[in-house]
């Protein structure tokens, strides 16, 4: 079956270390998007792209970083200077141009300790 | 910048009843996209419903339907026959009809259901 699969679930990381959440989807999409999800402030978009090589900021994007080196996969860096990276992320992929919404990523947990 | 406002942090009604969540956008485009989106306990995000902003008739599916008011900006749900199922966040988005796909959020609505 197709679908965005993220890894891990759970992360925990040290304060001061980067640390990479991996997205990857078989679903052909063309656009892929990361949202950090807070209580009480619904979903926020950090980073897009809606195509390989290229991708743009979003509404939160300082102290993050992204790739997109192949049409599947989508990397989003935390690295050390997001000042409260304790969040749930999510990954969501879309077929551009077409406006039916995204198909999204069960989430990775980061928490730093 | 378009936003969007839910105004119910929760809600919660009985086992068989209607419950309507609100939501009302911000926006000086003419062309773009409405949703809600559900996630329960599993934190999985469940497209429920979405809307045309240029059709007039208000979107359906099975006991979810939608009340869609252009001019004022305001796109509710509504849920009848609520079943336990139907626990969960609901957040309504926005999508703009030009331009990158960009969903754009409410803070969303614990729905909880009660038997």
């Known amino acids: 079956d197709g679908g965005i699969t993220q890894s891990p679930k759970y992360l925990f990381r040290k304060e001061g270390q980067n640390v990479t959440l991996s997205c990857e989807q078989n679903l052909n999409h063309d656009a892929m998007y990361w949202y950090r999800q807070d209580p009480g402030q619904g979903l926020r978009l950090i980073y897009y792209?809606?195509?390989?090589?290229?991708?743009q900021k979003g509404d939160i994007a300082e102290g993050y970083s992204v790739s997109r080196e192949k049409k599947e996969s989508f990397p989003l860096t935390v690295t050390s200077a997001q000042k409260n990276p304790t969040a749930f992320y999510l990954c969501?992929?879309?077929?551009?141009?077409?406006?039916?919404?995204?198909?999204f990523g069960s989430g990775t947990r980061l928490t730093v300790v | 910048a378009q936003t969007v406002t839910q105004s119910q942090p929760e809600m919660s009604v009985q086992e068989a009843e209607t419950v309507t969540l609100s939501c009302t956008y911000d926006t000086s485009e003419s062309d773009y996209y409405l949703f809600w989106y559900k996630q329960p306990p599993s934190r999985q995000m469940i497209l429920v419903i979405r809307q045309e902003a240029y059709k007039q008739q208000n979107a359906t599916e099975n006991r979810f339907s939608v009340n869609f008011q252009k001019a004022a900006k305001s796109f509710s749900l509504k849920i009848s026959d609520s079943q336990l199922g139907d626990a969960a966040m609901y957040f309504c988005a926005y999508m703009s009809g030009w331009g990158a796909q960009k969903l754009v959020f409410g803070q969303g609505t614990r729905l909880t259901i009660n038997p």
């Open positions: 792209s809606q195509i390989v090589n290229d991708f």
């Open positions: 969501a992929s879309s077929t551009d141009g077409t406006n039916y919404g995204y198909t």
